[in-house]
């Protein structure tokens, strides 16, 4: 079975850039994925005898049956775009200003539909239902994948498991990583505003300076969390946003923070946003300012189900070899994928897309990100040769 999937995926991989290509000339936002979910939806339609549905607003789901069976899993592609103007000189450069497929979702989105392709042509050789799920909002809470969810993408038919896979261009091209367990970090979005009391500089005592204020909790929540922090979990709080609208002699009446709490442990989470209010509360409270304080829960952390994961890097060890599968290492990024690992047993792993020789080498989310596009070819082989070791066990 290897040999066929292999020379389908050789064969498809011309139609699968030029798929990809179509989607990268022509991204779209979070949620606004419109002209991608018809191009999608076309291209499923193209191939006979599946099931094509839309959800979620922009989202697709569909179905490739095998020739027997009742067993289901799935297959996910993230389909939008970044607010990011592309800088790459390339013959398909994004064509909308200021939007870019800057984190790999058009890879994601052709590399399924190439792997589609195979299955289909090979359904009479495996057993029970592929589900395909085309997704999107990944990049935009509440997440895409939780819209997904809630719409039923995930019953009548349940899936036993679910697979992910996502472009990683600091790994080169013919390498795939795994790894089991805790892989990627919650996020959750923190909005604070601290209020004092507004004034001339030079009339001290006469207003209560939120700048001094915020200087204050900035600098206590980095000391608890990043320097004498006795928690032995991954975290990482950050704030990349601090806006006081005064003058070299005016305090403003206000300052507004935001920034970012990850982690890699829900309970740790649930505590820190605690302690995150407790701080700030206290310190306000003895400066004599009040404050306004939002965190915005975003996506929990995503946790690979080790036995799926294992069978998952088992399929790629001799699909690709043993040297070319490698082990992740934990990432503080985090991904509305975990969303479905709460829900079903998954594995989310990575795909090597860099070329250093052809210097391919940007990471995601930056203007010059690319992928060297002969990994498609990996991309949609693996993720149909992974499919049909699970279907057929």
Not at 125 to 151: C, D, H, N
Request: hydrophobic share 40%; with cysteine; net charge negative.
């Amino acid at each position: 079975m290897i040999e066929k999937i292999k020379e389908l995926a050789s064969k498809n991989l011309n139609e699968v850039i030029t798929l990809r290509r179509h989607l990268h000339r022509n991204p779209e936002l979070s949620f606004k994925e419109f002209k991608t979910s018809e191009y999608i939806f076309s291209a499923l339609n193209a191939l006979s005898d599946i099931v094509v549905k839309k959800i979620a607003g922009t989202g697709i789901i569909a179905y490739i049956k095998g020739n027997t069976g009742d067993k289901t899993i799935a297959l996910r592609a993230d389909m939008d775009a970044l607010p990011i103007n592309e800088k790459n000189e390339i013959t398909y450069k994004s064509e909308n200003a200021n939007v870019m497929h800057a984190c790999g979702h058009d890879a994601h989105m052709a590399s399924l539909l190439g792997t589609a392709m195979i299955l289909h042509k090979l359904r009479d050789y495996w057993s029970g239902t592929v589900e395909l799920i085309f997704q999107p909002g990944e990049e935009k809470l509440p997440g895409g994948a939780s819209v997904m969810i809630r719409e039923g993408a995930l019953t009548n038919p349940a899936p036993q498991a679910i697979y992910a896979q996502h472009v990683f261009p600091s790994l080169e091209i013919g390498k795939v990583g795994f790894r089991s367990g805790a892989y990627m970090a919650s996020c959750d979005e923190i909005y604070l505003t601290i209020l004092g009391k507004g004034g001339h500089a030079a009339m001290r005592g006469t207003y209560i300076n939120p700048i001094l204020i915020a200087s204050r909790v900035l600098t206590e929540l980095e000391n608890r969390f990043m320097i004498n922090t006795t928690n032995d979990i991954p975290a990482v709080l950050a704030f990349g946003k601090l806006e006081a609208q005064g003058a070299t002699n005016v305090i403003p009446q206000e300052v507004r923070i935001e920034g970012t709490f990850r982690t890699m442990n829900e309970e740790w989470r649930e505590h820190a946003h605690k302690i995150i209010r407790a701080t700030v509360a206290g310190i306000t409270d003895e400066m004599g300012g009040t404050f306004n304080l939002r965190i915005e829960k975003g996506y929990p952390t995503l946790v690979n189900n080790d036995e799926v994961t294992q069978s998952a890097r088992r399929a790629a060890e001799i699909y690709l070899g043993e040297n070319n599968v490698v082990t992740l290492e934990m990432s503080m990024t985090s991904e509305d994928f975990s969303f479905y690992t709460l829900k079903k047993p998954s594995c989310f792993y990575r795909l090597g897309t860099g070329n250093k020789t052809k210097g391919i080498v940007s990471g995601v989310h930056t203007p010059t990100f690319n992928i060297d596009e002969n990994s498609l070819e990996i991309g949609m082989g693996l993720m149909a040769y992974i499919a049909y070791c699970d279907l057929m066990r």
